[in-house]
């Protein structure tokens, strides 16, 4: 197997096979926004493969790239070729596995199986359908500082050819070897494993909400956490606890319009996702993130995103929540997030994706609560009194009176330090 394969080089590997199959006309890479371009930047021709690069993970004798493999084919303007499209599409994706393991491509990189393909229809501007399947391509390379940039030059034969005067009965015969003649001998320790465990796509190897002690986190964007019923989500895993978070008929709807394919979108009235699991005591600090888009179209207010309603209560007691207040004159819209004293506004970036957060904290008798967008705080406000503890909450994804898009969020029972908000920034921001 050749070795020490580049990123430019897997992508020359990956255009390769488009070339040669019969059924794919162009290739392009880059992120998920160049979709639609070739190479060249120029609009392509469909059928197309297009590649968006995820990561690069590297380890003691391999580097492993996590790469989006989208196959893609025009839709008619009926969409009467919406299966068809995706099946021939399905049918290019398991020709280029079947190239890398038994194929043209198998002594360039490994692709362990099982893979997760995502099939989609009337996707993107150009209104496609097809199949978005995720890759981690293995390349075998050593972590040597020397190894895979050695030049090895041939051994030195040094003419040395003196001229001896006035003496010319000497002769001067050299007979000292150079000292850099040596050729290093390379000797990887590779062993080729047809059936490696492959990191799953929608959780990166460090620093996801799990590894830093979150409570709880929903991700709309893993489908294998997903269950789904006419289109509309009924549970979502909770990939900290493995407990599902489950609603009634006419849960959120599952839509294919975020990045990584799947998207929660907020419908109004949605059925809540609620959480069976008792907790125990909590804290009054708590830290929330989520990734949200507001279009700035459709009918738009109400709570969107997570309260803790406290069991026995007569009537809900938010421990942390978020409310899209939308009013259609200004200053509106706005992000009110809610603790149990006080509300902090925000303004709103409409027709965005956004990383948003949510930390509230008690100092003494002194209520901290700030946002944080793309890892800056944006507004903050204090509040003075007694910090309250709420025993048992029960958790619940509100999805209440409004269409917006949510793809990820998760909730730390206590206050994040500085350090650790830019590491969960980072990991929004590595995966989308």
């Known amino acids: 197997m050749e070795m020490y394969l580049t990123y430019h080089k897997v992508l020359d590997k990956l255009e ?109 501007n150009d209104y496609v359908a097809g199949v978005a399947l995720d890759l981690n391509l293995i390349v075998y390379e050593d972590i040597n500082a020397c190894e895979q940039w050695i030049v090895v030059t041939p051994s030195v034969t040094p003419s040395m050819t003196p001229t001896m005067t006035p003496s010319p009965t000497i002769n001067f015969t050299p007979t000292q070897t150079p000292s850099n003649t040596s050729t290093p001998t ?95 005591t909590t804290t009054p600090d708590f830290t929330w993130f989520g990734r949200v888009y507001d279009d700035g179209v459709s009918q738009r207010g109400g709570k969107i995103i997570a309260g803790a309603i406290q069991p026995g209560y007569p009537s809900f007691t938010f421990q942390g929540m978020f409310d899209l207040n939308t009013n259609p004159y200004p200053p509106g819209p706005i992000w009110t997030f809610k603790t149990v004293v006080q509300d902090v506004n925000t303004n709103i970036q409409v027709a965005t994706w956004t990383n948003v957060a949510h930390r509230v904290y008690w100092v003494g008798s002194t209520e901290y609560s700030e946002v944080w967008e793309n890892g800056s705080i944006i507004a903050s406000g204090t509040t003075s009194g007694a910090a309250t503890i709420y025993p048992d909450p029960v958790w619940s994804l509100m999805f209440d009176g409004g269409i917006d898009f949510n ?13 650790e908000m830019a590491q969960m920034f980072t990991y929004l921001n590595n995966k989308y």
């Open 186 to 280: 390379v000797t990887p320790t590779i062993t080729r494993t047809p059936q490696v465990t492959p990191t799953p796509s929608s959780t990166p190897p460090t620093d996801n909400p799990a590894a830093l002690g979150a409570l709880w986190w929903i991700d709309f964007t893993d489908a294998s956490t997903l269950t789904t019923s006419f289109g509309n989500i009924t549970q979502a895993l909770d990939k900290v606890s493995n407990v599902a978070f489950t609603a009634g008929p006419g849960g959120p709807t599952y839509d294919s319009t975020g990045y990584l394919g799947v998207s929660g979108d907020v419908q109004t009235n949605a059925s809540q996702l609620k959480n069976p699991v008792v907790y125990g």
């Open 407 to 419: 793809t990820e969020q998760f909730y730390f029972d206590k206050k994040l330090s500085n350090a």
């Open 16 to 124: 390769l096979f488009q070339q040669n199959y019969c059924c794919l006309n162009s290739f392009g890479y880059g992120n998920l926004v160049d979709f639609g371009k070739n190479v060249s930047g120029q609009t392509v021709t469909y059928p197309y493969l297009f590649v968006v690069p995820l990561s690069v993970s590297y380890d003691q004798n391999t580097t492993t790239y996590q790469l989006s493999t989208i196959f893609a084919d025009r839709l008619n303007e009926n969409l009467d070729n919406e299966k068809d499209a995706v099946s021939d599409m399905s049918l290019a994706a398991r020709q280029l596995l079947s190239e890398i393991w038994r194929g043209n491509l198998q002594d360039y990189f490994d692709a362990p199986l099982p893979v997760n393909g995502q099939p989609f229809m009337e996707r993107f």
